[in-house]
């Protein structure tokens, strides 16, 4: 037990320092955007009539700290970050942006988790059976799945969706809230509502990575099906589906495990451009609009880090699930 | 030696002419020969090849296919959002041998409620003709006006126009282009990145492999897209279009690398210790040489796959910023360019020939992924033991 608390400290280190590496890659990011925060709020000022200086400027910035030097600023910015969890406010609309965010992220994150338990829900089971299957024909429709996986990204894959309904009902199936809910309180009949329409994002969302589990899923079997302790199972008089689980399946588990982080991930790139799209309220689709419409670097960049941030704890968390499951792992992180 | 006569070699003993010289065949063969042969055998791969090599040839010479414009000058602005129009031979006035399309005419009157309404006008035929001299364009140093194919007057839009009235079909052999051209460009950066980074931490490994990898894997662990996003806002607005295109593949290029690094570490990693290397070292072979003789021409068929493989994530990441307004911008024709406001209802409802651009470009990235996977297949020695 000790080596495994001593193996998740290690871990968590680790994921700390990546974490920091990726604030600072955003921090720089959010510093290269042109004009500084003091210059918006008072090009705010500006447009009320009242005139401003250089001298005003420059006042604003020293208010503001933004005249220090640029690894202090990333140190407190990473502080407040880690410590209170406060990302600072946005400087275009002079709102605190955990106020903004609000539950927007919380249900940005939740439609994203579920679209990776759907991945996983279908390319486990199917990917198992078609790499134990010999028929050519689902081998090869399999293939071509996954390949379309790409090949039709998610955004391109809502838009034929959207395409499609909207010739065939009428109805474009957009948006995450009916109407009468949109500004409503949480509630058991806006969680209904929810539900019954964020079915079509979660499906949109989890597609690519549907795909690549499929293949990876199915990669992963067949190389296990190929091994000898498999025939030697068989040998024993095994089979079936009994066979499938004991052995070849357990082994693949935690390379699939290890792959979650990479789906999820998949399933972010796109978050931004499908919630446009679909006219989702959440949080990608405000990243899309703090980038792409009024240049709010504050805001995009907190969205980013959050992102990541998620990622990297979900990678923390498989790989201290794959040291409990993993007797090889387990043994390696234990020592016994 | 033709490698077509490559297979794999027959079993030792009875030894007559033939065999004697495929087994002499695949024996002498070079790597790329034995690629070349392994490839031919998937069938998948070589159609996707076929298209894929059709793809490149209409992205190159796309002004020479196209019958018009693709930019704003070859508008034909009396058919806006006009519906595409299929030749065809046979009408009620009787049949043709030349293919033809209606023209169109547009009014406005009392009859319409004072609105401009297009008209299909049946009486007038418009005769479809090879090899018409039209607009001037150059590919390459070529500079030409004569194009495939064009009518004797006025305009054929196989694919339709948009709400200014250019030719989609135009529009989307230009967009084969530019999606190649930033592909090639961005797996160029990418490469040349991978090959210095990856290759410095394969080649001296220890610490400076563990710092170059802890950097790689957080640059992987933020989403690609929104990195992508949050830099293209910088691009000031005012820059021209070609700007904007080399700096987007730019910065593709710039963000695709550490995956292709990895990969180019993992092979200097493996290959620094083979026996070979060692035999090479033994008999006395400089650095230099080793790097030049032995190692880049182990792992030059994997990068050359890799690269394959990695080109449609170029291609659609490009898409993707385009499509959101951030990448490239009107005058250039792309993908995403195309599909930019395709989310209205009034598209949706009334224009789906907005849409078949995509076509092209699922096809175009479905031969990629086709073609890089037959060919990692094949670079795979050791692919074809195991069955």
């Known amino acids: 037990m000790l080596h495994f608390a001593r193996f998740a400290v290690i871990r968590a280190a680790m994921a700390l320092f990546t974490l920091l590496l990726v604030s600072l890659i955003v921090f720089t990011l959010m510093e290269l955007v042109p004009g500084t925060c003091a210059e918006r709020y008072l090009a705010f000022k500006n447009t009320q009539g ?149 079915w079509l994002p979660v499906f949109i969302l989890g597609w ?47 390379p699939i495990i290890n792959s979650l982080g990479f789906d999820l991930n998949r399933i972010f790139n796109e978050l931004p451009i499908v919630a446009v799209i679909l006219t989702l309220t959440e949080a990608g689709a405000l990243l899309l609009e703090s980038l792409a419409r009024s240049n709010d670097q504050q805001l995009a960049g907190a969205i980013i880090f959050m992102l990541t941030a998620t990622i990297v704890s979900l990678n923390f968390l498989t790989d201290l699930a794959l040291a409990l499951i993993d007797p090889r792992v387990r043994k390696s992180v234990m020592g016994r | 030696m033709s490698p077509a006569e490559i297979k794999t070699p027959p079993l030792a003993g009875a030894e007559d002419d033939a065999s004697q010289r495929a087994r002499e065949a695949y024996f002498t063969a070079s790597q790329y020969q034995l690629i070349w042969a392994r490839f031919r055998r998937n069938t998948s791969a070589m159609i996707a090849g076929i298209i894929l090599i059709g793809l490149i040839l209409t992205g190159i010479f796309a002004p020479f296919l196209s019958p018009h414009d693709p930019t704003i000058k070859g508008r034909d602005k009396d058919y806006t959002n006009g519906a595409p129009q299929l030749p065809k031979f046979c009408d009620d006035n009787g049949c043709s041998w030349r293919p033809f399309i209606y023209g169109v005419k547009r009014e406005r009157s009392i009859k319409t409620n004072f609105r401009w309404v297009t008209t299909i006008d049946t009486e007038d035929r418009r005769y479809v003709q ?194 959101i307004g951030l990448g490239l911008k009107d005058p250039v024709n792309s993908l995403g360019v195309m599909l930019q406001n395709t989310t209205s209802a009034d598209v949706l409802l009334n224009y789906q020939w907005y849409f078949i651009p995509v076509l092209f470009f699922i096809a175009l990235v479905m031969a990629f992924v086709y073609v890089g996977d037959g060919l990692r297949d094949a670079a795979d020695p050791y692919a074809g033991v195991k069955k």
């Open chain 1, 50 to 198: 009242s005139g401003i200086s250089i001298a005003d400027i420059e006042a604003e910035e020293r208010r503001l700290g933004l005249d220090r030097p640029f690894l202090i600023r990333w140190g407190s910015w990473v502080g407040n970050v880690f410590v209170h969890g406060d990302f600072g406010d946005s400087c275009i609309l002079r709102l605190n942006i955990n106020d903004l965010l609000g539950d927007k992220f919380a249900i940005s994150a939740a439609i994203c988790f579920a679209a990776l338990l759907f991945a996983y829900l279908i390319a486990i089971p199917v990917g198992i059976i078609a790499a134990s299957s010999k028929s050519v024909l689902l081998n090869g429709s399999l293939r071509f799945v996954s390949y379309l996986g790409l090949a039709m990204p998610n955004f391109l894959l809502a838009l034929m969706i959207m395409l499609v309904s909207t010739v065939l009902w009428g109805d474009s199936l957009t948006g995450l809230f009916s109407p009468e809910y949109r500004d409503a309180p949480w509630s058991v009949a806006k969680f209904l509502d929810f539900l019954s329409r964020a």
């Open chain 1, 208 to 254: 690519s990575a549907t795909a690549f589990a499929l293949q990876t899923v199915r990669a992963l079997m067949l190389d296990e099906n190929g091994k000898l302790y498999v025939t030697a199972a068989r040998a024993r008089g095994l089979y079936g589906r009994r066979l499938l689980w004991r052995y070849p399946a357990r082994h693949a588990l935690g």
């Open chain 2, 130 to 323: 090879m090899f018409v001299r039209d607009w001037d364009y150059s590919i390459g140093p070529v500079k030409s006006n004569l194009h495939l194919f064009g009518v004797d007057k006025g305009f054929v839009h196989l694919f339709g126009t948009d709400d200014t009235g250019k030719d989609i079909f135009s529009r989307t052999l230009h967009a084969i282009y530019t999606s190649l051209a930033v592909g090639a460009l961005g797996v160029m950066i990418s490469f040349v990145m991978a090959l210095m980074i990856g290759g410095i931490a394969g080649y001296f490994g220890g610490w400076i492999d563990g710092v170059i990898q802890m950097v790689t894997d957080a640059i992987r662990t933020i989403p690609i897209i929104p990195l992508f996003m949050a830099i293209a806002a910088f691009i000031p607005q005012e820059w021209s279009s070609e700007m904007r295109f080399f700096f987007i593949s730019i910065i593709i290029g710039f963000i695709n690398w550490p995956t292709l690094a990895r990969r180019v570490r993992t092979h200097l990693l493996v290959e620094r210790n083979q026996e070979y290397v060692l035999a090479a070292q033994l008999q006395g072979a400089g650095a230099g040489h080793i790097i030049r003789r032995h190692l880049l021409p182990s792992f030059t068929s994997y990068i050359i796959v890799d690269l394959v493989i990695s080109f449609p994530y170029i291609v659609l990441s490009e898409t993707a910023l385009s499509f």
